[in-house]
């Protein structure tokens, strides 16, 4: 184990027993294990340990154990409380996704304030078949074939080559002391079913399932990393720089056609996501003016060109991930959620939207509307363009470059400021209304 460390920190990592590092040490068997290979290696090396006070007394006892570690090992130790659940409420997002971004922020100003090169995490081959699976269940393209990189700018992980069976044996045969998490063996996490509920099915069918995985992400790496060749070399002949804007000719691109996956990968620099990536081919061949807004740029067809520009100060792309998001966003006047009952009145503005809160879902997206949006109508059961929309009800030109959309799970509900989709209606079994205040919308 102790050569196989330093032989992969050294090769895939791309670092070396030269650098100092900043362990991030939770008190499990993987990060104290990892503590111990690089002790032994005489690497030098300190220790970074979050408590994210979600265990009560656990996450206290955990917290000893590493500091008793590095005091004993004459380790520099650095560590930080947080309150996870307050910052995943004021955020609208889950407990998880909260500790990694306050673990991953505070590892990195760490890193800079007490100058180490490099901050290690202990994540295993497990964890990396883990991913795999998880991002294949998901929907995914070759990049999360790939799974974990064994180095991203700063951050290496050095024990992705080692089983976490291999880990365990390692600990016990030499003494590591660590803590158990109790709820890596709970199974209402996504992860934990794969890990105890997925895999141990796929053992069954291969024993080594793990170090196959570990291989077809390997191979998957290398055809990434083809994949980026091969498109950059399409991108230097299709398309051109212009100032800041990128410039693609139709014609190189028609002939990419039908393959969708290329078209994505040349676009993904400029923000172009999954869902929106289907729309790509429909831009390529349809009339000028047609357009896609992404986070960060506008795809615009122009004549026998698609023009890549950032998006302007005017250009609205805000996604909403929970009703707290959309309470705080500077979007909308104001929001509320309302029990429909038998005195229940529906607001008569149409600035005001008012919603079935149960055809709502997460997350929301406002953007501008583009060629192509459709909607039904509030008191219509066919679709209609949201073009044909604004022309039929006379909106000038002025506002119709300024209007918004409200779109849920790829459907609009609501043209902001002008009409609601029939299909988020009030209903007579609705129990409760969204009701936002489009304010100058």
Known sequence: MNNRFIEYLTGKCRTGADKKYLLAVSGGIDSMT???????????????????????????????????????????????????????????????????????????????NHEYHYIATAHNLNDNVETLLLNLVRGTGIKGLTGIQPAAGYIVRPLLFALRSEIESHAMENGIVFREDRSNSETKYTRNKIRHLVLPLLREINPSVEKTLDETIERMQETGQAVESHVAAIRGKVSETEGNRTVFNIDGLERLQPNKTILYELFKPFGLSGTQAGELSEIIAGQTGKRIITKSHTILKDRERIVVSPNSNNTVYEVINSYRELEKTSLFNSVATVLVTDNFKIPADSIIACLDEDEIKYPLTVRNWRDGDYFYPLGMNSKKKVSDFLTDNHIPRTDKDRLLVLESDSKIAWVIGYRIDNRFRIKPQTRKALIINGGGW
């Open 34 to 112: 990892m503590a111990s290979l690089f002790r032994k290696a005489g690497i030098d090396a300190g220790i970074a340990h979050c408590n994210f006070s979600l265990r009560g007394n656990e996450s206290d006892l955990d917290e000893e154990l590493v500091k008793q570690y590095a005091a004993e090992n004459n380790m520099p130790f650095l560590h930080i409380r947080f309150d996870t659940g307050k910052y995943a409420a004021a955020q609208g997002i889950s407990i998880q996704m909260a500790a990694r971004n306050l673990r991953y922020e505070w590892f990195e100003k760490t890193r800079i």
